[in-house]
């Protein structure tokens, strides 16, 4: 569904994807894992069209996107939760989804409100993340979490093909991010999903497989057991957490 | 209150100033009011364009009077090109004009932001005041435009001072709907969205370089429109229509009155006109310097009233509520 060869990107003299290539297939969620650095959230970004990369390809479904702008990508069924939150913090949660309900409709409707489709489906996308009753309230009242939860209703009313998670849990309480986690866990099986997360349970808990990056390369690339069995990267990631924690 | 109730209430005010000269006539011989009036609603529609970049978009433009004077020119020039005072051709030709330049100026400017949109913008104003100033055979240079047509539109002739107002007091209304209508539409709230976070909407799939300059056109077309108003008025066109106190008049009536609302920039304009046409007339030979004043305001709502007066009038009306 997604595949990236030799995915090259340079930061001035800094290396942060030194030729990544992955391929996810149709359906099947992928975490990408490794320590701070390692280039994760560059390698989401580039995936996302925010950053072009120095060098290689990216894919979507085997169509080159590479060259191809952030809102195109969007409407070829990319969605992205960004790692630190991106809202529209003066209008409501409701406003908010339905942003992105609209996206498909596009923006060019003049003189109408919009119509009560567009919000009884942003209010079932609310009450799916657990949003309930905050429909009315405006993105700056809602809670650190409620942000990070409005954040993925948002990604989902875009009706994505595939779904790219920066650390959706980063800065939750462990009851928001165990409530984050089944909630991404019980998303349709046919979305395609890459995450980029530190939590080990909620990576051994969501992913199919797992890509291990260490300084721009990839250095594991397996099952969630592979992984967890692999000794270099217990050396460069996993070790280090557990003497950390 | 009920919609329709509102709308009545709508109806009601949008009658009573379009027929402001008729019921003024017995204690307004002089006809002052009305003009002042009628220049006041041509600022107000400048600056509802303005706001919609300003306010709704987030672009805040330096450089609109340049579509405000393009608008005034263009409608001047054809009326005297083509010998017409036909409202559909001078208006036509002031809003194609407009919107032409917008355009032009919109592809070099929207992909920019803050204060580099801020420079662009004002920088590309004053190439169109230059052109304007220095253009002699077309627009008159330094003497400015003069002896532009009252409209007529068929065989109604707008010459007389009162129907002058009613074609600039409806088309006010006509503005000011169009601006609400927008911004309650999703075209609106796009507009927003862009605002707050162009990178967000450009990731849920929108072309925000597209939108942010079909609000640019939308914004220079209509400034366009109320610089053909402004010409038809006064009967002249100066190149300072084009300048950048124009600009800046435009920008400081849309903050005085509130930036994206819909009363702001109208309110604005009220405020505005009053300090420029009726208080120096209230204060001693020495101090009728209109722009000091009007400096003054400006500074004292910045530090103290960033809302407006749109902004000032809600915190008076929750206070009044919640004793």
């Known amino acids: 569904m997604i595949e990236v060869r030799e995915l090259r990107r340079a930061f001035g003299g800094v290396v942060a994807l030194d030729g990544v290539s992955l391929n996810v297939p149709d359906g099947e969620r992928r975490a990408v894992i490794g320590p701070n650095g390692a280039g994760k959230t560059t390698l989401i970004n580039v995936l996302a069209g925010e950053i072009s990369p120095t060098g290689g390809a990216v894919r979507l479904a085997g169509r080159d996107i590479t060259r191809l702008h952030s809102w195109q990508r969007a409407r070829l069924g990319l969605a992205h939760v960004y790692q630190r939150t991106e809202l529209f913090s003066p209008l409501s949660a409701r406003d908010n989804v339905a942003l992105a309900v609209a996206a498909r409709r596009g923006p060019y409707r003049l003189f109408r409100a919009p119509p009560r489709s567009e919000y009884a489906q942003s209010d079932a996308m609310l009450e799916r993340v657990g949003l309930a009753g905050r429909e009315d309230v405006v993105v700056r009242a809602l809670s650190h979490g409620e942000r990070r939860q409005l954040e993925l209703a948002v990604a989902l009313a875009q009706s994505p093909r595939v779904l790219l998670l920066d650390e959706p849990t980063a800065g939750m309480s462990p009851v928001e991010t165990a409530r984050i986690t089944e909630l991404v866990a019980g998303l349709d099986r046919a979305l395609t999903i890459v995450i980029v997360e530190h939590d080990m349970d909620v990576v051994f808990r969501l992913a199919d497989r797992v890509t291990v990056l260490h300084e721009g390369r990839v250095i594991a690339d397996g099952t969630a057991a592979d992984v967890r069995g692999d000794v270099r990267v217990h050396d460069v990631y996993l070790g280090k957490a557990v003497t950390v924690a | ?323």
């Not at chain 2, 107000?44 to 020119?73: K, Q, T």
């Not at chain 2, 330094?142 to 600039?168: C, E, I, K, Q």
């Open chain 2, 1 to 323: 209150m009920r919609p329709l109730v509102r709308w009545a209430l709508v109806a009601a005010a949008a009658v009573a100033l379009v027929t402001f000269p008729y019921w003024s006539a017995p204690w307004e011989s002089t006809r002052f009011a009305t003009t002042l009036l009628r220049d006041a609603l041509v600022l107000a529609i400048f600056a509802l364009s303005l706001d919609l970049l300003v306010g709704r978009a987030g672009m805040p433009s330096l450089g609109h009077a340049a579509f405000f004077g393009a608008g005034a020119y263009a409608a001047g020039i054809a009326g005297q090109r083509l010998a017409t005072d036909q409202l559909p051709v001078t208006l036509g030709a002031a809003a194609l004009v407009a919107a032409l330049l917008a355009l032009v100026i919109g592809v070099l400017v929207v992909r920019s932001e803050g204060i580099f949109f801020l420079m662009l913008t004002l920088a590309l104003a004053q190439i169109v005041f230059a052109i304007a100033f220095q253009w002699t055979a077309v627009t008159g240079g330094s003497n400015g435009l003069s002896g532009v047509g009252r409209p007529m539109l068929a065989t109604v002739d707008f010459s007389s001072p009162d129907l002058m107002y009613v074609l600039v007091a409806i088309t006010f209304v006509a503005a000011a709907l169009l601006v609400w209508g927008l911004a309650r539409s999703p075209y609106g709230r796009a507009l927003i969205g862009v605002r707050e976070n162009e990178r967000r909407m450009r990731a849920l799939g929108y072309d925000t370089a597209r939108l942010r300059l079909s609000a640019f056109v939308l914004a220079g077309t209509i400034a366009g429109i109320a610089g053909a108003l402004s010409a038809y008025s006064t009967r002249f066109v100066s190149a300072q229509d084009a300048g950048l106190g124009n600009s800046v008049r435009a920008f400081v009536t849309v903050l005085v009155g509130g930036a994206g609302t819909l009363g702001g920039p109208i309110a604005g304009s009220a405020l505005v006109s009053l300090i420029e046409r009726v208080v120096p007339s209230l204060l001693p030979v020495e101090l009728r310097i209109s722009e000091a004043i009007l400096g003054l305001v400006f500074i004292a709502f910045v530090l103290f009233a960033r809302q407006g007066m749109v902004g000032l009038g809600r915190q008076t009306w929750l206070r009044v509520r919640s004793r």
